[in-house]
């Protein structure tokens, strides 16, 4: 009983799924048919021959020869409309589809001249690592000495951004995006009360949204397109934590008159530094990539290297109880970011009637044709 | 503004003004005094202190942007530094003097010494006594000798009859600048406890005088007991008392810590600070004496309702009326720095803190800037050492 019913429901399955590989099959012979009947010039069939398979089949690659048919067959009619509808379903079908000017009829190749399904739009999102330069606008110190030391140290951060780009045309584009960034450096203090004296190490990660806006110029043929852009972008500060260390490292007497330098180190807990930072700010851009070719849509490698132009420093809490306790004070600098990406575009392909046909070059070719034939 | 660059042209250097920086070495270092040179160098000094050095002296010049100039240890161990001043005549002037004591308790004997504005040391003498002594302060006088001043141990000729609750005698003694001879100026005996804090020379009734701020619980008349009472005791040049004035709350008690002399743009005079003791509770207490020193126009204390101990004063320069240091005591007995800003009646204009409830934060000196900033010698405690920091704020207490 039990067997009965698990081959009853595979029959069901199978009757279900291979469905629409009869209708596929099908329907392929029905096309096959169809462009019988345009070779034998049986034109007026055509449409409704095909009409019951363009209603049932959605294979892209069957309604982009169908429809094309119907294209060359209405063009023959002498029915532009039909023609014009039909082409505009051959790049439904396929958008990046384009008449081969040495295979295709002329007067197909001409009516191609009229649409284009290039995208206005592609949504793209890309993530990676990230380093971020600190440029100091003024030095301040902690300490009066002449020989304190300090330097800043690239500390890996990470990012995720997503957007969108209008395309004004096939090269060039404008981009606008939301960046989650978190961005870290290292400030070193050396020789702080004296030379190999005391160290004191401030770590600080800040977490951004960022609104990047851009202008972009890319390469518009090939399955790997370089890309090239420059923006500017409002930056957020969302939160901004510090950990500091402090090597206090002081000369110790041995016996025998010598010395060494001994250490009591001691490391803070998170300090939240987001009061002693500018909540605003902004950057400069440029970057550049590659975007390789995927199907229809694109995946990309890009590099990013954005100028700060903001003080990060709050001057009006430099100083607080960080300063009072560990012995750190913020000099004045912008920051800056050099971020890698890995990202994924989608393009979102519309078929359209160009307001401004690009028939001229079709129009030359048929002159020269006509030229070489007398 | 919203958008822009901001570069070095564009960002004001606020922090060249006003900061705080750090002094020191290896150890611990308090700030203890500080003298602000004509050319806007400043003169930090304090005392250095380690597990193997109880303390030593440590002194620091810096720029006017508080970048070290030199910075070094000067006299011995055990010796602790309390005040400096610029000799302002004789073969040494434009030199500095530091007055420290060497020794603690009733081995404290006081040193001398003079470092150039270079900071080598010139020369140095320990006061000799058969006595333990202890300084406060040192004030070259016109005719360039030094007279320092504190307290000393009871001295049985001048304290007849003596009492078992004697702690010490006012004293000032004269020194020469040559450092070669040292002289009694003036030995007070009669109360118990007190010291003087600063001497000043006083042109009175034709002649010169020195006027000994401090503090006494010597009674007044026979009829009310010892109470410590800010204290201004006139001598002439031979030690002789032509004049004594206390000022303070009766049942309270005011000690007093540092007095200066009070310019004529706010209302000449002089001015001294302390704490006012109820029980538990401390105030700052702050008294304002006349040019010719007839009359206290101000003596009164400063409720800021937590526990203040008066440090140090400074008059104001391009403002009304005086910055007062203090040491405010936190509920777990750590200390911050009070600075606070009152005008001539002494009502507040402002007032702001330093340091951290985590830290033992100490006051040291405050001095007044030309341009109007206000420079704060202190003690940061330090998550791992306490060190000398030098605070420059603006006129209103700002960075």
Known sequence: MVGKKIIGCFLILLTFSAGPLFAQDEC??????????????HLYGIPGLLSDCLERNQNAEWRQRAYLLLSETYLLLEDPLGAEQSYLNVLRANPEFLPDQSRDPIDLVYLSRKFTASPVFSFW?????????????????????????????????YHADAGFDYHYDERISGSLGVSFSSTVFKHTTNNLFGQNKDIVEMTDRQSWISIPISVKYSDNVGRIRPYGYVGFTFRTLLTDNANIKIFNRDTKDLTGGTEEIASSDKQSPTLNFKDKRQTFNQAVFVGGGVKYKYKLDYFFVDVRYALGL????????RYDDITYRWTYVDDDFRLDNLSISIGYIHPFYKARKLKHARTKSVLRKIKKDDNANN | MLLGCDTGNRVDP????????YYGED????????????????????????????????????????NVLWQHQMGGRNEKAVDVELITSGTHQGK???????????????RLTIVDQSGHGIDSLILPTDAWQTVKSVTPSSDNDFIVCGYAAPDPIRNSPPSPDDQADIISLRVSQSLTSVDTLSWQGGEHEGFAVKV???????????????????????????????????VDVFGQPSLRLTSGQKGEKQKAARAIRVPASQEDGYFMIGTNEDGANRDIFIAKYSNDLSVAKLAQKLPYGRKMEGVAVASAIQEEGYFLLANETQDNNNRNIFLVHIRLDGSEVWSTTFGTDDGDDTAGAVAALK???????????LETQKKMALIIVTKTGGF
């Open chain 1, 310 to 317: 903001k003080n990060m420093v709050n001057s009006d809490r």
């Open chain 2, 27 to 66: 150890g611990n270092q308090e700030g203890v005094d500080i003298y602000v040179n004509s050319d806007g160098s400043m003169i930090l000094l304090g005392n250095s202190s380690s597990l193997t050095e109880l303390s030593i002296p440590f002194i620091v010049k810096t720029d006017s942007l508080g």
């Open chain 2, 96 to 110: 500095l003097v530091v007055v420290s004591n060497v020794g603690t308790d009733t081995e404290s004997k006081i």
């Open chain 2, 371 to 381: 341009d109007g900033r206000i420079a704060v010698l202190g003690t940061i405690d």
């Open chain 1, 125 to 157: 999102a890309s993530a990676g690592p990230n380093v971020s330069p600190v440029r100091v606008i003024h030095d301040v110190n902690i300490g009066g000495e002449s020989g304190t030391k300090e330097k800043y140290t690239l500390k890996v951060g």
């Open chain 1, 28 to 41: 392929e012979l029905t096309l096959n048919r169809a462009q019988e009947e345009f070779n034998e010039g």
């Open chain 2, 200 to 234: 000043f020379e006083v042109p009175l009734q034709g002649e010169t005088k020195y006027a000994l701020f401090g503090y006494s619980d010597r009674p007044v008349t026979q009829s009310v007991g010892f109470e410590d009472k800010f204290e201004v005791l006139v």
């Open chain 2, 14 to 21: 606020v922090f060249q003004d006003h900061f705080i920086k």
